[in-house]
Structures are given as C-alpha cells and as structure tokens.
C-alpha cells in the first residue's frame, strides 16, 4: 500500500513546491498589508488558545452539572419508589389495627384463652402501634427528603442552563475568532493548495497515511532544496526578500483534505521547544469520558494503539503540543481527522471530528481549537467519539502518560 503511494510523492512534492518569485515590482504597501495580516493572525491565534483553553473548561462544567443533574433525578426516583414501599407497607398495618378496632374491649376481655394470651394480644397491638408510628414518621423524612431533591434539582437546572448559557456564548466567541481568522487567510493567500485524495484512496490504514505523508514531506523537501540550489545559480531576478504565501483554510463546517503549496507559517510562531521536555503536560484535546485506553482489546482483539474520549455535542477540540499541521481531512471510516507534526518523529493524530477549522501545513500552537465534534442530534453517537494517537517515528505510545492530568476528563 505505501508503494502505491510512493509513485505519488514526486509529483506532488514538485506540484507543491513550484515557486512564486516575488518581484521587485512588489510594492512596500503590499508588503505592509500582508505584514499587518500576519500580525493580526498571531493575535487572533493566541486569543484563540486562551478562549479555546475557557471553552473547554466551561465544556467541563456543564459536564459535572449534567451528571450532578442525573444523579439527582435518580435518586429522586429511589426515593419515590422507596416512599412507594412504605406506603404499602403502612397501608398493611392500618388494616390489621383497624380489624382490632371493630372489636369490642368487652369482647377481647371475654375471649377465651388464658391471661398470658391476652397479655400477648395487648403486646401485638402495642407492636402494631409502635411499627405504624415509626413507618409514619419515616414516610415524613423520607416526603422531605424528596421535597430537598426537588429543589436541589431545581437549583441544579438552572447552574446547567446558565452553564450552557456560557458555553455558547464561550463557542460563539470561538467561532467568530475563527471565521475572522478564515477571512485574512483568504485575504492573504497567494498559493492554490492541491488536493491529495488520490494519495489518500492508495492507503488503508493511519499508519500507512502517516508514513505516506512522512515520504511525502521528505520528497518536498529534496525537490525545495534542488529549487533552492537552481535559483542561487542563476540570475538574481530581485533583491527584495519574497512575501511569505499565508495559505486557505478550509471552509468552517466542513471538511476537506488538502496539502498546502507553502509551510503555511501563518503569524509569527515561535520555533518549535521540545516535545521530549514536556511528557505529562500536554494540553489534553477535548473535555469528556475516557472510554477506551491505549492497548485495550476490541471486540476482534485488536490492541487500541491511542485513546477514546466521548464527548458532548459539538465539543471542541484543540491542539496537544505546537506543530505543523501535515494532513487535514476525511479519511475511511474515521471521519474529519487532523495530524499533526510535532518534531523530533512525534505526530498526533486527531480522529472523528465533524469540522476541521485548519489546514494543512498551517501551524498550530499548543491548546489552539483545530475543529469540533459532532451535534448527536443530527449524527449518529460514533461522530462523538475522539480517537487520539500520539507517535514516535511511527510507533504508537500511550497518549496518557503524555497528556496532562486532567480534571476535565472522567474515567470509564
């Protein structure tokens, strides 16, 4: 499978790296605004990663409330059904007092039996007394206790409402950051991204497109060196230092796959620090319930070579670590997936999104939103499943013992 998509690679890499000199033709005020661009997109990337970061906390939030809120309404339920029990049980021991109570005093005195059987009969009545009473004054604990829960659910709806309040206010600030992020993308491109669904369709597999798009990178690269080599040997056509192409995003509610003419360093990202040095903090992508952990078995056997985390409608996603973003996507039955370089052989791999809000080749900074899950109204529940794969030159490792710990993530 890889060889067939080894044929690929020179093609697209020479494709992908034909130059656009910039002239000296090119005027200062052109290159002021593209400058202006790139200043605001750095601006707007970090708002991102501050606003993506108070998203996913408030994702946390409404998460707690929820289960809080169905724990509650549960053991409302268990109340209801215990207050039910008591009430049939009572309802037996009224009965049988009030058979007693027909029964004329005369009458239980002149009964025939001897005075300890009488004495036995009085203490079964004072027994049946008693049981009543207590089951009385347990059936009013427990009318209270249900009348608290009530209220307790009442205050527990409304933090959930206004928790969902701030989370969308929280999403749309989200969203219009990245729709304005989009527009001076668009604004600034100078290069036509081609598409590698031909590169896609000759694999199978992650892994295959991960070693893929490796090769295809170490062959852009040859051909961009041999370019360079090429232009420094013949004529000097400008002095002046080419305007950087910033690259097109795709579209926001869908999802494309594409490989960037240009490295896409969209706004001044600082290089790279070491992933090595940050093991157990990486910022964890999404807020939700850890349902499937690195090398568990599935259904066939197969070891998970990453994790699962379900998540609630439309949660967001953002980055793990600082890197080059080398696929954006469909691909299979995996859905929208994003994967990212991080240097040094580390890539993650981000799997099962509805929207891809980045770009191939763009750059990303560490807890910066690259997309979003699906809304299980309108989606089966298997669009709210997260699959993350953290790899070392190609070879799977465990995604938690590299992810910080993380409050906003629940256990099995």
């Known amino acids: 499978m890889i060889q067939r998509a080894t044929g690929l690679l020179v093609t697209l890499a020479v494709t992908l790296l034909t130059p656009a000199l910039v002239t000296g033709a090119q005027s200062v005020s052109s290159r002021s605004a593209v400058q202006e661009v790139k200043q605001r997109l750095t601006a707007i990337r970090r708002e991102l990663v ?32 215990a207050l039910a029990a008591l009430h049939q049980n009572l309802s037996h021991l009224t009965i049988t007092l009030q058979r007693l109570a027909r029964r004329p005093p005369a009458a239980i005195l002149t009964r025939p039996g001897t005075p300890i059987d009488m004495a036995h009969a009085m203490m079964l009545v004072r027994t049946l007394v008693s049981r009543v009473k207590i089951k009385s004054d347990t059936i009013l604990d427990q009318l209270a206790e249900i009348e608290n829960l009530r209220l307790a659910i009442a205050r527990q709806r409304e933090r959930f409402r206004r928790a969902n309040v701030a989370l969308d206010d929280q999403r749309a600030r989200l969203e219009a950051l990245i729709l304005e992020k989009n527009k001076l993308w668009q604004q600034g491109s100078t290069a036509r991204p081609e598409t590698t669904k031909e590169l896609v369709r000759s694999v199978d597999t992650l892994g295959d497109l991960l070693v893929a798009l490796r090769n295809l990178r170490r062959a852009r690269q040859t051909v961009s060196d041999r370019l360079v080599v090429l232009n420094r040997s013949g004529p000097v056509i400008a002095e002046t230092k080419p305007i950087e192409p910033i690259g097109e ?13 240009s490295q896409g360093n969209h706004g001044e990202v600082p290089t790279f620090s070491s992933i090595k040095m940050r093991k ?4 964890f992508p999404t807020s939700g319930r850890l349902v499937t952990r690195f090398g568990e078995p599935d259904d066939l056997g197969v070891s998970a070579k990453g994790i699962a985390l379900a998540t609630r409608p439309g949660a967001g996603v953002v980055a ?11 691909f299979r039955g995996y859905g929208g997936i994003i994967i990212i370089e991080h240097g040094e052989g580390f890539h993650t791999l981000l799997a099962g999104l509805e929207r891809i809000d980045v770009r191939t080749g763009h750059n990303v900074l560490a807890g910066e939103p690259v997309g979003a899950m699906g809304d299980a109204a309108i989606k089966n529940t298997d669009l709210r499943r997260l699959y993350v794969e953290l790899r070392k030159n190609g070879k799977p ?16």
């Open 249 to 261: 995003p795709s579209s926001q509610g869908t999802v494309s796959a594409s490989v960037a003419g």
């Open 50 to 81: 501050a606003i993506g970061k108070t998203t996913q906390d408030q994702e946390a939030v409404v998460v707690r409330a929820e289960a809080r809120l169905l724990a509650l309404e549960t053991h409302h339920a268990n109340r209801h059904s």
């Open 280 to 283: 157990g903090n990486l910022t």
């Open 320 to 330: 793990t670590y600082d890197g080059n973003v080398i696929y954006a996507g469909l």
């Open 397 to 412: 490792l465990n995604p938690l013992a590299w992810l910080t710990a993380q409050r906003n993530v629940t256990q099995q």
